[in-house]
């Protein structure tokens, strides 16, 4: 009893004398070195991104960029049904960079990430600056009125035939917000011949009840925000190929949001 009261480190003659009990196993083991107990993680492996261009609206803007891109893209995955992105191809239409700042600066797990958008300065340094091979990005000169007035009127293959096919599902998150109806098909067409048969379709709209069909909100500013009446949406979505499976409401960091299958 006495002798198990002896500090650590003693003479030899206590520390034989010790059972070899767990208690007393730091008291018989030599003490290790700083040397020997050192390791080091591998540097991490990515190149961290901060591209110069915000196209959220303000109430999204005011939260870093990754945060909210790392949200959407989990509620995407999730309402998609799928059971992580990890493996998934994913055509990201209207890309902006929010959603490649997540992927890359939280090393988000996914397949492929294709983001296309009418912005050729955004699309350029992305290009330049994106050294993750999972991710890749495709200018599109498509006529908008608020974002690209000068554009052209692209055909329904235009992106298909640059060998964006084969995708699990594509998204649009305010994009068609800023559309209106035949700009809406145009693109409803354009992404029904880059997801592969089975694949879904994700993306937000206005929704209102009250209006008969689509109108354009803010007068004086072509296109800043639209709104689609849900059902005269649902039709214009089954022209194009799709049928819309399920709708969200819109909650503070979410735009209402429509699912669909190719058909
Ligand atoms: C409000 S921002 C949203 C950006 C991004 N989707 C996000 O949620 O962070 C709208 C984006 O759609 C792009 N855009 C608008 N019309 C487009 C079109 N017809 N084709 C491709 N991109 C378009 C704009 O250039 C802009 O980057």
């Not at 990754?66 to 493996?87: F, K, M, P, Q, Y």
């Not at 902006?96 to 890359?104: C, D, F, K």
Request: charged share 20%; proline share 7%; glycine share 8%.
């Amino acid at each position: 009893m006495e002798l198990l009261e002896k500090p650590c480190g003693g003479s030899g003659h206590f520390a034989e004398t010790l059972p070899d009990t767990s208690a007393n196993q730091c008291r018989n083991r030599p003490m290790a070195s700083y040397q020997s107990l050192l390791s080091a993680d591998p540097p991490p492996a990515f190149a961290y991104i901060e591209p110069p261009f915000e196209f959220n609206s303000q109430n999204v803007s005011k939260y870093p960029p990754e945060v909210t891109g790392s949200l959407v893209l989990n509620s995407i995955s999730r309402r998609l049904g799928w059971h992580s992105l990890a493996g998934m191809r994913l055509l990201d239409l209207g890309c902006g960079v929010r959603l490649a700042r997540a992927i890359v600066n939280l090393q988000m797990p996914i397949g492929l990430y294709a983001g296309v958008d009418v912005n050729a300065a955004s699309i350029a340094w992305l290009k330049e600056n994106v050294q993750d091979a999972r991710l890749r990005f495709e200018h599109l000169d498509m006529h908008n009125a608020l974002y690209n007035p000068a554009g052209a009127h692209p055909a329904d293959d235009e992106l298909s035939r640059r060998g964006l096919t084969g995708f699990d599902a594509a998204c649009m998150l305010s994009v068609v917000t800023h559309q209106d109806p035949d700009d809406t098909r145009k693109l409803l067409r354009m992404l029904h011949a880059c997801v592969r048969p089975g694949g879904q379709l994700y993306f937000t709209a206005f929704l209102d009840e009250a209006i008969e069909a689509y109108v354009d909100k803010e007068a004086g500013q072509p296109r800043a925000w639209t709104s689609y009446n849900p059902d005269f949406l649902i039709g214009l979505v089954a022209e194009c190929g799709w049928a819309v499976k399920a709708i969200y409401a819109g909650s503070v960091l979410h735009q209402p949001a429509l699912v669909c299958d190719r058909l």
